[in-house]
């Protein structure tokens, strides 16, 4: 039965088109946002994975007036080193974060010192 599997296995590694549906499955995760709003303030949920490459499209999101925006972290699954400034910058501009992993919330810590 061990060698049918393995021969099976074998067989299936050179079929055409296996290498390209098997780096379908690896697909990176990418930042979802989503805009409400709650009371006055205009709140971003954001969720998946945080890089740089999105700092500047979230800055363009953003009014001038950090204090009106909340940013719902709850469903942030990573984040580069420079995704986590740009938090800490927001946070120290007067922006609400809420439900900010321990994790983005420890290393944003770190980076202050």
């Not at 780096?23 to 954001?46: D, G, K």
């Amino acid at each position: 039965m061990l060698h049918v599997a393995s021969a099976l296995h074998f067989h299936l590694r050179h079929w055409p088109g296996w290498r390209q549906r098997r780096a379908l499955r690896r697909q990176p995760m990418t930042l979802r946002i989503e805009r409400s709003t709650r009371q006055r303030f205009a709140v971003f949920t954001l969720s998946g994975r945080m890089e740089a490459e999105q700092v500047p499209e979230l800055k363009e999101l953003f009014d001038r007036d950090y204090r009106n925006i909340i940013l719902d972290l709850r469903d942030v699954r990573l984040a580069d080193r420079d995704a986590v400034r740009f938090l800490r910058g927001c946070e120290a501009d007067g922006m609400k974060l809420e439900n900010c992993p321990a994790y983005v919330r420890e290393w944003m810590n770190r980076e202050k010192d």
